[in-house]
């Protein structure tokens, strides 16, 4: 019987990652940690043999040891599994994706690798820029999150693996910053499919180019 929960998540999405608990989990003991030094900590203190871990929308890597410590530990992955890694969405806003979706999967120490027990697909309009991707992910993802709960507390099943697999091609930091550098000689084609999946919508400045040494960064502005 699982009786220990541990969330490590973003302090953005507490509250209805709460609203969970409050639904399926009375009589649970449960930990919210947002930094590696408080998940360290709570791992060391508070797990047991009865504890599982919710992971969704952050960047820590949950070492072997440490997952050796849950029953089960699992992760909410913002994509569908032919998006593994790193802002997937961007990848797949560059590939002109028509579907994505929300991967639930049973973590393992090589990130995005592991069984996976849930998967949510939605078709995406054309042309969609990669925060609507994203946006939709997330919505997904709450309404798995709110399954697998209800599978492990309401039905006491831990979900088995179902048939999907990992894609090959793992989105990356590196792919991405590879992309977003842009020769200054770019054809308007090739700059509009970048601008519209790696910045359209961002508030962060991705596209770069460099030129003479310098390196410049795209600010938002239109001349």
Known sequence: ???HIVILTLPVFKGIIYSFLDKYCDG???NFVFTAEEFDDVVTRETGATSVLISFGTGIIVKKDQLKKFIVAYNFHPAPPEYPGLDPHY???YDGALTYGATCHIMTERVDNGPIVMVRRFSVEECRH???FLEKAIVEVFEMMDAIFCFIFEENILPPPIHETWG???CTKA???ALCTLDP????NTFDKVFHA???GVESSNLVVHLHGHRFKYDGERS
Not at 185 to 188: C, F, G, I, L, P
């Open 1 to 3: 019987m699982i009786d």
């Open 28 to 30: 649970c003991r449960y």
């Open 91 to 93: 990848f797949a806003a």
């Open 130 to 132: 990669s925060m609507h």
């Open 168 to 170: 090959n091609d793992m």
């Open 175 to 177: 792919r991405r910053i």
């Open 185 to 188: 000689h770019v054809s308007k």
């Open 198 to 200: 790696f910045q359209e």
